[in-house]
T-cell receptor, first 111, second 115 residues
Framework: TQLLEQSPQFLSIQEGENLTVYCNSS?????LQWYRQEPGEGPVLLVT?????EVKKLKRLTFQFGDARKDSSLHITAAQPGDTGLYLC???????????FGAGTTVTVRA | NAGVTQTPKFQVLKTGQSMTLQCAQD?????MSWYRQDPGMGLRLIHY???????DQGEVPNGYNVSRSTTEDFPLRLLSAAPSQTSVYFC??????????????FGPGTRLTVL
């Protein structure tokens, strides 16, 4: 059983459309991170959220941490083909320095 | 800085063979770890190290050994390869501290096939 559940598993949209990816758990986290992984490469950190209710923006990407620090979402506005990739969420539980990853959402943006 | 480097990029083994996946980082990070990535299962932690001479098991350690003789290097050894170990392996490193915002850096991965 994975600590983090990501949905949907796959998402295919047309360029210009919006999309949202979810990361959920029954556990409370001290922090949650979002990574993007392109084919043939390692994951790259996009953002870290720490405070319940926190919202962070990275250009067209908006990240939100749930009030109870058990869930998070990633919203992409006006998606572009360059947004294509595997989006992974990862968490650290209290007093633990190890990162646990969700299974990921594969996003494909068609031109 | 080269960041985190991994060799080889690709490897094919026969069942029962042994090999070592190499990982090195030049950022003076204390914390290093190995993950395997399989379709639909995300990244699963194999082993990790919080400094030279200190290693510990992660979520899926069976069939793998590690050692950490220097801060820079963290090799992963497959003792007797099995088809179930066919996967993509990633090495990662970061500063070992109490901050939950520390960035973890990943290598480019080693794609291993066991026949």
């Amino acid at each position: 059983t994975q600590l983090l559940e990501q949905s949907p598993q796959f998402l295919s949209i047309q360029e210009g459309e919006n999309l949202t990816v979810y990361c959920n758990s029954s556990s409370v986290f001290s922090s949650l991170q979002w990574y993007r992984q392109e084919p043939g490469e390692g994951p790259v950190l996009l953002v870290t959220v720490v405070t319940g209710g926190e919202v962070k923006k990275l250009k067209r990407l908006t990240f939100q941490f749930g009030d109870a620090r058990k869930d998070s979402s990633l919203h992409i506005t006006a998606a572009q083909p360059g947004d294509t990739g595997l989006y992974l969420c990862a968490c650290r539980v209290s007093n633990d320095y190890k990162l646990s990853f969700g299974a990921g959402t594969t996003v494909t943006v068609r031109a | 800085n080269a960041g985190v480097t991994q060799t080889p990029k690709f490897q094919v083994l026969k069942t029962g063979q042994s090999m070592t996946l190499q990982c090195a980082q030049d950022m003076n990070h204390e914390y290093m770890s190995w993950y395997r990535q399989d379709p639909g299962m995300g990244l699963r932690l194999i082993h990790y190290s919080v400094g030279a001479g200190i290693t510990d098991q992660g979520e899926v350690p069976n069939g793998y050994n590690v050692s950490r003789s220097t801060t820079e290097d963290f090799p992963l050894r497959l003792l007797s390869a099995a088809p179930s170990q066919t996967s993509v392996y990633f090495c990662a490193s970061r500063i070992f501290g109490t901050s939950v915002t520390d960035t973890q850096y990943f290598g480019p991965g080693t794609r291993l096939t066991v026949l």
